[in-house]
Nanobody, 118 residues
Framework: QVHLVETGGGVVQTGQSLNLSCAESGGIFRFSFNTIGWYRQAPGKREREFVASITQTRNTNYAEFVEGRFTVSRDDAKNTVHLQMNSLKPEDTGIYYC?????????WGQGTQVTVAS
């Protein structure tokens, strides 16, 4: 079973940066063989919204609200995926989740909390 683990969240001020990481704790999953997505769930919202993704060939895709502030990348040597978030805004506050589809099953991490104070 694949266990995704997100780290790197925290409390920052508007305009500051955070670098989130997604790793796999089971040792059986290679990020380089799969498309990895970042999603977030804002306070009081039930749905998670797409933030960014990176494919096996390192093609990246971003939500419009990212506006060039975030960068998704993959470190194959460490088998991790990162989300560098710059120029953070209060509306970026939420729980950030790492996602993939493994054997046709949606697989999520437990999430990491990002809070941007105004």
């Amino acid at each position: 079973q694949v266990h995704l683990v997100e780290t790197g969240g925290g409390v920052v001020q508007t305009g500051q940066s955070l670098n989130l990481s997604c790793a796999e704790s089971g040792g059986i999953f290679r990020f380089s063989f799969n498309t990895i997505g970042w999603y977030r769930q804002a306070p009081g919202k039930r749905e998670r919204e797409f933030v960014a993704s990176i494919t096996q060939t390192r093609n990246t895709n971003y939500a419009e609200f990212v506006e060039g502030r975030f960068t998704v990348s993959r470190d194959d040597a460490k088998n991790t995926v990162h989300l560098q978030m710059n120029s953070l805004k209060p509306e970026d506050t939420g729980i950030y989740y790492c996602h993939t589809i493994y054997f046709h099953k949606n697989t999520w991490g437990q999430g990491t909390q990002v809070t941007v104070a105004s």
